[in-house]
């Protein structure tokens, strides 16, 4: 049951306004200070509290956009071609969610951006096109459509597409905002190309096989050394788990892009995920911390958020704000559905601020 609870009960501010109280609030603003039974209702929310909304941007709507930009300008002046989402309540920071940015970029045969680093750190999961590339730190990674690449913080990276691949489209999301929020971004420009330190797909290679690590591994960065998550390894792993166990009721079948050394998240303040709901599956709502964009890699279904229903096929991205009721749902009777979706839980469970709640009455904010 939700906890009903009133700003009359003992510790809550509900001074009325009076002229000497007016007056008293003007002088310590002229001081720079102010008394806090003024703010103290909004600023300790009996529960925690999202400015953000639930939000669906439709590929479909997007898709001819984000390919005009690469007729309008180059990556040389844009720095990146990138048409940023953006909620509707979060565009004083340019977050989708929370304190999470995202950005669908485009990248034609033959094109390569500048290589650069920040301290915000960065994902793509792919979209669209063959031949795409990218150098993390001298490290080349190739990617597929729906594969899973990082880029953390601080790594020099750049991005390209091969001159006889086709065009490649990706989804990248950034905790630029949160960063900015703890006033410790930063940007720099590589002065040329990163020179090439391993083999072409080495690192993903050498970690990711069979539970196999290479005895000889040194590696000491606070996150992955896999820097790509296939999907061709991805799906097929899902599809097997799916058979030896039951679903999450929220969630289906849902797995966590991990460190292979850690077993914890990829990177230090975001974290990804794939699920996979089989045909049918209608989940239970329940609401966390964290914020989540999700872009849906297969099938076809909806996702219920505080009461408001998105409909999403593949390529579709949504948001779930922290806190926010939210339910999946597969529309297809035959067919599996599997979503990608990215989050701020590495931040929100190492301050220890994740909680979560199941809705007890599931058909509360079910739709008919
Ligand atoms: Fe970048
Ligand atoms: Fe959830």
Redesign the pocket.
């Known amino acids: 049951m939700e906890a009903k609870q009133s700003d009359d009960v003992l510790g809550r501010a509900r001074v009325q306004d009076t002229p000497e109280l007016e007056a008293y609030y003007k002088e310590l603003e002229t001081l720079g200070a102010g008394a806090l039974w003024t703010v103290a209702n909004d600023i300790e929310p009996w529960e925690p509290r999202s400015s953000s909304v639930p939000m669906l941007w439709k590929y479909e709507n997007l898709r001819e956009l984000v390919l005009r930009s690469a007729d309008l300008v180059t990556p040389e002046k844009a720095g990146r071609r990138v048409v940023y989402l953006v909620n509707e309540k979060r565009k004083d920071v340019s977050a989708a969610v929370g304190w999470l940015y995202t950005g669908i970029q485009v990248t034609r045969p033959g094109e390569s951006t500048s290589a650069h680093r920040h301290k915000a750190s960065a994902l793509r999961f792919i979209m669209e096109g063959n031949g795409g590339y990218t150098v993390v730190d001298g490290n080349k990674v190739t990617f597929e459509v729906n594969d899973f690449v990082i880029t953390p913080n601080s790594a020099w990276h750049e991005h390209g597409c091969d001159e006889n691949g086709q065009t490649c489209i990706w989804q990248d999301g950034l905790d630029i905002p949160l960063v900015n929020a703890l006033e410790a971004n930063d940007y720099a420009v590589f002065d040329g190309k990163q020179p090439l330190r391993t083999e072409t797909n080495f690192l993903p290679i050498s970690y990711s096989g069979a539970g196999l690590l290479p005895t000889n591994h040194d590696w000491q960065k606070p996150y992955s050394p896999l820097f790509k998550y296939a999907w061709k390894d991805v799906y097929p792993t899902l599809i097997e788990v799916s058979k030896v166990t039951q679903d999450c009721p929220?969630?289906g079948i849902i797995m966590q892009y991990s460190n292979p050394l850690t077993g914890g998240h990829v990177m230090q303040t975001m974290g990804a995920s794939m699920q996979l709901l089989r045909p049918k599956f209608k989940g239970k709502a329940?609401k966390?911390t964290g914020s989540?964009v999700y872009q849906c890699a297969k099938g076809q279904g909806y996702t219920i958020v505080n009461g408001q229903r998105f409909d999403w096929k593949e390529r579709d991205i949504f948001c779930?704000p922290s806190w926010a009721w939210?339910e999946h749902v597969n529309l297809s009777e035959t067919d599996d559905a599997c979503l990608f979706s990215f989050n701020d839980l590495p931040v929100i469970e190492g301050l220890g601020l994740y909680q979560t709640k199941d809705y007890d009455q599931n058909n509360g904010f079910q739709q008919v």
């Open positions: 929220f969630d329940h966390h989540f779930v939210h």
